[in-house]
């Protein structure tokens, strides 16, 4: 599992199990409004400005030079081969399990297992829950799509698809809490977000990540003891139990879950207008997993629905 996928596999996954149905209809419906990137040989995706017509064509390429991984731009232009003509681009919020900035699993950072993918999960459910009740995006206009090392969330709401890189930067402070906010306890709106990515932080911080400056062993330890009553506590707006831990060292530990949050997602995708995205459908071949649009977010398990064939058969 997670190994490298070699030329040879990723022949047979084109050849015999790619299917063009798992294109999501987001990408059929633009096909020829989209830049694609493809890289040859896992140094990147040194092929780009490329214009696909149909899905016939593309299919042909896939099948043809079977490439290490394929990208097409979350932006819609006029002239993609020139990257010229900018239309609109999708909102989009990449989350990879890889460089989730706490994962009770300890597999590392640039690693991924079953426990760190499940709990990236986590962070899907709350950016899209927030996207719904604080910007009011419809349900519908929300897309997810599972990376193969992480998650990928499309946002094809017609206005805020024609947001500018400043725009979108705020926008990923806020969904990120890259803020601990002036009020703690509101039951909506960012205190309620904050508090959300507070617990997660909670559940599967180990005791280093929980070290600050003028906090000692022994409170830290408190903390762990009393995870359960403060988690309860927060839930409810009430950071009590916390505070009386840490004292004066209270505000300084909100800021140090913030600096850690803000690690979660990376920023760098969500503002940039021309980013290219791994194309659903096609194959993460560093790790050998399909990346693919999800339909259903609660069951999705990436070990059950985006392990190729071929790796199958190679563990037989
Ligand atoms: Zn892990």
Known sequence: MFEEATPEERKIYYNEEWNAKELPDFIVDSIEQREFGFDYDGSGPSDRYNQIFSVGELERVLRNRYPYAVYSSVAYY??????????????????????????????????????????????????????????????????????????????????????SREERGKLVDYVACNKVPEVLNLSFGYPKLFRERFLIFLKYALPED????????????????KKR?????????????????????????????????????????????????????????????KCVEIKNLERFSPLKHAVPKFVEERER
């Not at 020139?82 to 890889?98: C, T």
């Not at 409170?219 to 762990?224: A, N, P, T, V």
């Not at 850690?260 to 207008?273: C, F, H, P, Q, R």
Request: glycine share 6%.
């Open 229 to 289: 009553i403060i988690a309860n506590e927060v839930e409810e707006g009430d950071f009590s139990t916390l505070r009386k831990i840490l004292k004066s060292k209270f505000q300084d530990f909100l800021r140090h879950v913030v600096n850690i949050n803000a690690e979660s997602l990376d920023a760098k995708v969500t503002v940039d207008t021309k980013r290219i995205l791994r194309l659903p459908s096609s194959l993460h071949s560093k790790v050998s997993m």
């Open 210 to 225: 929980l070290k600050i400056k003028g906090v000692g062993k022994q409170r830290i330890e408190e903390i762990l003891k």
């Open 78 to 163: 006029k002239k993609p081969r020139k990257r010229e003509g900018w239309i609109k681009a999708e909102l989009v919020f990449d989350i990879d399990a890889k460089d989730l900035p706490v994962k009770s699993c300890g597999c590392g950072k640039g690693m991924v297992c079953e426990k760190c993918l499940e709990e990236a999960k986590e962070y899907v459910f709350l950016i899209s829950e927030a996207l719904r009740d604080d910007f009011g995006i419809k349900k519908g206009d929300i897309r997810y799509i599972y990376s193969g090392r992480g998650y990928h969330i499309r946002v094809f709401d017609p206005e805020l698809m024609l947001l």
